[in-house]
């Protein structure tokens, strides 16, 4: 059974930063993409970037350069550096795995979901 764990949220100011950790374990698929999707109050879930096991990356628009996501040195994990965080970004982050080749932006392909960790951002 595989099990995401996430960790990372908290509050911040506007302009500040926070990184997303998020580990998968008894992962036995070859090729595993990890991604990062939120829900902000009152909408829907949104994907916000993935990376695959290769290492391509896929941002959504409104995080593109303020946004990193990153392989760590274990396998099947992944971070994902928020800077330059607007009240707009303040949602419940939630880690997703699934065995893609490469990785997507859409919740379909993911078998895996960590719980959920919530990013606050003031204004």
């Known amino acids: 059974e595989v099990q995401l764990q996430a960790s990372g949220g908290g509050s911040v100011q506007a302009g500040g930063s926070l990184r997303l950790s998020c580990s998968a374990s008894g992962v036995t698929d070859r090729d595993y993409a990890l991604a990062w999707f939120r829900r902000a109050p009152g909408k829907e879930r949104e994907g916000v970037a993935c990376?695959?096991?290769?290492?391509?990356?896929f941002y959504l628009d409104s995080v593109k350069g303020r946004f990193s996501i990153t392989s760590g040195s274990a396998k099947n994990t992944a971070y994902l550096e928020m800077n330059d965080l607007k009240p707009e970004d303040t949602a419940v982050y939630y880690c997703?795995?699934?065995?893609?080749?490469?990785?997507?932006?859409?919740?379909?392909?993911?078998?895996?979901w960590g719980q959920g960790t919530l990013v606050t951002v003031s204004s």
């Open positions: 997703a795995g699934g065995g893609l080749i490469g990785c997507s932006i859409v919740p379909e392909p993911y078998d895996d």
């Open positions: 990376i695959a096991s290769h290492g391509r990356t």
